[in-house]
């Protein structure tokens, strides 16, 4: 976990947001006004997890904190459904090579995590570490080494302490258990001000959920970590879990950085018998998204930013994230300022080249960059066409540049 203070109303589990910012009531996993919730969702301890489902978390010496750092989540079931999304980034960390290389993706059982170490950059060695996790893991659990992936999360370029994480995994497989969702979302946290989990429950299934990420934010089929469980029945589990991703995590930034290690974990056990309601997978995952954002190192506001009239989606996208990205629209976020000037260069730089009629106030609202929500709705016409694209993203404060400074130090 990262040094210093935070804002409590940062995380998924969190208190009591700013009056008048337009949120859902304190305490609830849902609390984005852009989360679209469907009708009948029980909200269940976020530390759950979905039934048939075991986890654990334990501190084996990765962590400078002595935190918890390694983590199992497992299925009970022997016929799971499953589906693995990892990071386009090309410096791929060494357990995204062995989940590419070695697991079967549609039928994985487990996942065994660290956090204090990303085993990225790490060469050979690295490699070999990252499958012999994968191997006790699956001895532990008395499992194929294909039904298991590992995922891991920390500093780039430092060698795995092996044998602490190898001790760490037969810890936690010894414990796990139904109440061990708690210590398994502590197990994947590094810089996170405090857990992004949640247990929810809709007709007759549950969906269980447990992710990391505050810093190396930005959209690779998947961005940070994160493990969904549920006991439904999901016939097509890849193109469920790549449509919720669409709409959830590849609509985020933080910091524009895409991270060597994310990895998202779909596992459907059907043992609930019923299909997922409509629109809960991606109500889970976005508002995990945007815990993510409000968690960005340092930050106190979440904005998004909405293009429409763009010549293409893809011309729409790409003004959006340079907008989001923009350090001069971060810090006008983060000083309440309704700078419009700010998005119409970022958008002008985004198009460079191309013939675009004055952005002015007309076509641009950013009244909400200055008011006093924690969420701020922003967006600008170009004029162009029909295409449109929406991007989340928060604000650029002093306390991410310490951060991210003091990060090895």
Same mark, same amino acid.
């Given at each position: 976990m990262r040094a210093g203070g935070r804002r409590p109303e940062a995380v998924a589990e969190s208190g009591q947001r700013a009056a008048g910012s337009g949120q859902r009531p304190s305490g609830r996993f849902f609390r984005s006004r852009w989360v679209e919730v469907p009708e009948g969702i029980d909200e269940l301890d976020p530390a759950g997890l979905a039934p048939g489902f075991r986890a654990a978390g334990v501190a084996c010496g990765l962590k400078a904190d002595g935190g918890t750092d390694v983590g199992i989540v497992a299925c009970d079931q022997r016929a799971v459904s499953s589906a693995l999304l990892l990071t386009r980034n090309a410096a791929a960390a060494a357990p995204v090579r062995v989940c590419r290389e070695r697991c079967?993706?549609? !039928? =994985?059982?487990?996942a065994v995590v660290n956090s204090g170490n990303a085993n990225a950059a790490t060469g050979e060695r690295g490699y070999a570490d990252a499958i012999a996790m994968q191997e006790r893991g699956a001895a532990a659990l008395g499992l194929d080494a294909s039904a298991v992936a590992? !995922?891991? &999360?920390? &500093? =780039?370029?430092? %060698? @795995?302490r092996l044998d602490l994480v190898l001790e760490g995994i037969d810890r936690a497989a010894a414990t796990l258990g139904s109440g061990g969702g708690a210590s398994f979302s502590e197990a994947i946290m590094t810089t996170d001000a405090g857990p992004k989990r949640c247990c929810v429950r809709a007709?007759?299934? &549950?969906?269980? #959920?447990?992710?990391?990420?505050?810093?190396? =934010?930005? %959209?690779?089929y998947a961005t940070m970590l994160c493990f969904i469980q549920t006991d439904a029945v999901v016939p097509d589990p890849e193109r469920a879990l790549?449509?919720?991703?669409? #709409?959830?995590?590849?609509r985020i930034t933080v910091d524009g950085q895409m991270s060597t290690n994310d990895t998202v974990l779909l596992q459907a056990s059907g043992a609930g018998g019923e299909p997922l309601p409509g629109g809960l997978l991606e109500a889970v995952l976005l508002q995990l998204a945007l815990a993510i954002v409000a968690d960005g190192e340092g930050a106190s506001r979440v904005g998004r930013i909405a293009v429409r009239e763009a010549a293409t989606r893809a011309e729409a996208e790409r003004v959006a994230?340079? =907008?989001?990205?923009? %350090? @001069?629209?971060? &810090?006008? @976020?983060?000083?309440?300022d309704p700078n419009w000037g700010r998005i119409a260069q970022a958008a002008g730089q985004a198009l460079a080249g191309v013939e675009l009629a004055e952005l002015g106030p007309d076509r641009i609202d950013a009244a909400e960059l200055g008011g006093d929500s924690s969420e701020a709705e922003l967006s600008v016409a170009l004029g162009r066409g029909e295409g449109a694209a929406h991007v989340f993203f928060s604000d650029l404060t002093h306390e991410y540049i310490r951060i991210n400074a003091e990060y090895t130090t």
């Open positions: 079967k993706e549609g !039928a =994985i059982r487990a590992v !995922a891991e &999360t920390g &500093t =780039i370029g430092v %060698p @795995l007709g007759g299934v &549950t969906v269980s #959920a447990q992710a990391k990420g505050a810093g190396m =934010i930005e %959209p690779g790549r449509e919720a991703v669409a #709409a959830s995590f590849e994230r340079a =907008i989001a990205n923009s %350090p @001069l629209v971060k &810090t006008a @976020l983060y000083g309440h």
